[in-house]
């Protein structure tokens, strides 16, 4: 069965700092589709990155990065020299590769809450 | 660049009542699908349509139903509705991408549903 675990219900930082968001998965398939999406207090979903499961390559993406990896099936959100406009909450997804339409399944969520 | 479309954003209802939720696909996406996100919850997948047929199906109560329309457009049809059912609806749409694998989906901003 697909399930994802972000351990980190809550994160306070101070602007500025480095803040890493924990996403472990589980799946039988050996191609999946792993996604971050961020959803700020105003409440829509907005997508940060896709990684497929045969592209093992970290990504660099401005102020985030992130970092897969296959051996203990983690793939974790950093983001450097935090700021007030990153709090928000994340969430990391998982989807198998199936048919058209196959559902994203979703961890419970980190909230980031950063401070000036 | 055009977003996946929602409406209405806010809807109040009173108990056994019914209410029709719209999503409108960003354009040349094929496939559409719904989840439900209670509060402080993750989003739950509940039904998906690809080329306007039923994809892959959720915890969708067997009380909604939904369809994808000749234009993509799709509707969420709730009936007898229940306290319980107040949550932020979210439509997203994606394209099928090559070798058949489901692309990255994109989130609508999401309808407000409120039962009294």
């Known amino acids: 069965a697909q399930k994802v675990t972000q351990a980190q219900t809550e994160i306070s930082v101070v602007e500025k700092e480095d803040v890493t968001l924990d996403c472990v998965y589980e799946?039988?398939?050996?191609?999946?589709?792993l996604f971050w999406y961020k959803q700020p207090p105003s409440g829509e979903l907005v997508f940060l990155i896709r990684?497929?499961?045969?592209?093992?390559q970290n990504e660099i993406s401005g102020r985030y990065s992130w970092n897969f990896q296959k051996s203990t099936s983690s793939f974790n959100f950093t983001i450097t020299a935090s700021q007030v406009v990153d709090s928000a909450v994340y969430f990391c997804?998982?989807?198998?590769?199936?048919?058209?339409?196959?559902?994203?399944?979703f961890g419970k969520g980190t909230t980031l809450s950063v401070s000036s | 660049a055009a977003g996946v479309i929602q409406s209405p954003r806010h809807l109040i209802k009173e108990k056994r009542e019914t209410a029709t939720l719209k999503c409108y696909p960003i354009?040349?996406?094929?496939?559409v699908y719904w989840y439900q996100q209670g509060p402080g919850q993750d989003p739950q997948f509940l039904i998906s349509?690809?080329?306007?047929?039923?994809?892959d199906k959720g915890s969708i109560p067997d009380r909604f139903s939904a369809q994808q329309f000749s234009d993509y457009h799709s509707e969420l049809n709730m009936s007898s509705l229940e306290l319980g059912d107040s949550a932020l609806y979210f439509c997203?749409?994606?394209?099928?991408?090559?070798?058949?694998?489901?692309?990255?989906?994109?989130f609508g901003p999401g309808t407000r549903l409120t039962v009294l």
């Open positions: 997804a998982l989807s198998e590769f199936n048919q058209a339409g196959t559902a994203l399944i």
């Open positions: 349509f690809y080329e306007k047929m039923q994809s």
């Open positions: 799946t039988r398939d050996t191609t999946y589709y």
């Open positions: 354009p040349r996406h094929d496939t």
């Open positions: 997203a749409s994606s394209s099928r991408g090559s070798g058949g694998a489901t692309d990255t989906q994109y």
């Open positions: 990684r497929n499961s045969f592209d093992e």
